[in-house]
């Protein structure tokens, strides 16, 4: 279903294509796709009105209001702008009762963007995506967008069809992307099976499904030294760490000891104090005690720069610094020159042992203020196991994050640690609890297995 709207005027022109891009009973996806025909933009609003008492559920890439059928989406900060001939977009996800036919006129800045309306007769018994509100568009609709988005095993946006991750084959070093089985789906794990077959196979890249081109690749020699010939860490076995989501065959990332991903140049990372959040999904029951197995932001220069230039989820068992009740493993904020489990360096009462099979884990954090979460990936709520103000140990607040990402190892490229991921992303300011809730409720329902 769309619809195609075009101004008349070339200095202030625009054309709009509206498309329903999933449809079931009571509910739709829609891409809005918005093309300037006239004079460069810098911030934008796009105004309509649905013609059938749909309502907005959901958005990414925008914000958006609604007072009955009208309808006003703005720009992020990242999309502001739109030159002469160029386009922006953005998703959402609706509501409606009896029928969705497509709004019959789009105004951008004031100006409306007319024309002709084609309206295809929709077929509601459509079956929905494996999710119409993947984990980063839950995150988008909370205010709180992905700026990094990993996974081996399926899409974290409702509309991402494009390549999870790269492997190399050690017959004759080729390499081989691998997608997915739809958009908004699985990985397309029979193309890496029949790619690899007869030899081993390693992963070199995992792509970022958030646009932003925050790829991870193997990680570069760091102020501790890296166990491979240059100083660069090992890649993991593409086989290492079979799993299923949703009944679909996938594989994780497998960290051995000596393995590490990284990305010192990255996009929208935040730095400084700046708020983000993060969330992975790991095997709860892959770990060591050494250091250090994280994900989230880290030094931009591979080195241990002070107290606070890193922020990153940490899983395992070691006790140098920061550690809970029980034996471990514990879920751990990494932020530099300590791994923290509360308030205290040392020892907190209230961060427990975990070792779910598949766990989420969950560090964010903004000025003075940062929380654990974490819960079983197969099951059930989150639960908080800290959230207050920064670390009583200088150096920790104001944070000074530099916005690396890194995958399997500390800040500095330590890389004794050992632990299997499967997804993870980086946000754009300090989730609410309740996204976070909604987001574990779409990792419980991927079904990892």
Not at 130 to 153: K, R
Request: with cysteine.
């Amino acid at each position: 279903m769309a619809g195609t709207h075009v101004a008349s005027a070339v200095a202030a022109g625009c054309q709009v294509t509206y498309t329903v891009t999933n449809q079931w009973p009571g509910g739709f996806g829609a891409n809005v796709s918005v093309n300037n025909l006239g004079d460069p933009i810098n911030g934008w609003k796009l105004t309509w009105a649905f013609p059938a008492g749909q309502t907005i559920t959901q958005l990414w890439n925008g914000t958006y209001t609604q007072s009955g059928s009208q309808v006003t989406v703005s720009n992020v900060s990242y999309n502001a702008g739109i030159p002469s001939g160029g386009s922006t977009g953005f998703g959402f996800n609706g509501a409606y009762t009896g029928s969705n036919p497509v709004p019959s006129s789009f105004a951008l800045n004031g100006v409306t963007c007319t024309g002709g309306v084609s309206t295809p007769t929709p077929t509601p018994t459509v079956t929905p995506p494996p999710s119409s509100n993947q984990p980063c568009d839950i995150y988008a609709a909370g205010g709180t967008p992905c700026v990094a988005a990993h996974s081996t095993t399926r899409a974290l946006y409702a509309s991402y069809n494009g390549s999870l991750y790269q492997v190399r084959r050690s017959s004759d070093n080729a390499t081989q992307n691998i997608g997915l089985l739809s958009a908004g789906g699985y990985a397309n794990a029979a193309t890496q099976d029949s790619f690899c077959a007869g030899t081993t196979c390693l992963i070199t890249v995992i792509y970022d499904q958030s646009g932003r081109g925050n790829h991870l690749t193997q990680a570069p020699p760091g102020g501790f030294p890296g166990p491979a010939p240059g100083g660069y860490d090992n890649l993991a076995n593409a086989t290492a760490a079979p799993t299923t989501v949703n009944g679909h065959k996938a594989y994780g990332v497998f960290v051995a000891p000596g393995t590490g991903y990284r990305n010192n140049n990255t996009n929208g990372v935040a730095r400084g104090d700046q708020p983000e959040g993060m969330y992975a999904i790991f095997d709860g029951t892959h770990y060591n005690g050494g250091c250090c197995f994280d994900y989230g932001n880290a030094e931009t220069n591979s080195r241990d720069n002070g107290n606070g230039t890193m922020e990153a989820i940490y899983f395992g068992n070691i006790k140098v610094w920061g550690y809970g009740t029980g034996n471990g493993p514990w879920v751990m904020a990494d932020l530099e020159n300590g791994l923290f489990s509360g308030v205290n360096p040392g020892y907190n009462a209230n961060d427990p042992t975990v070792n779910h099979r598949y766990l989420t884990a969950i560090v964010k954090g903004e000025p003075n203020h940062w929380s654990i979460r974490a819960g079983n990936a197969q099951s059930g709520n989150l639960s908080t196991y800290y959230n207050g103000a920064r670390p009583n140990v200088a150096g920790y607040n104001p944070m000074k994050k530099e916005g690396a990402i890194i995958l399997g190892i500390g800040g500095d490229n330590s890389h004794g640690s050992a632990g299997t991921f499967y997804e993870g992303v980086m946000t754009s300011g300090y989730p609410t609890d309740a996204t976070e809730n909604a987001v574990q409720a779409n990792i419980v329902a991927a079904g990892y297995r």
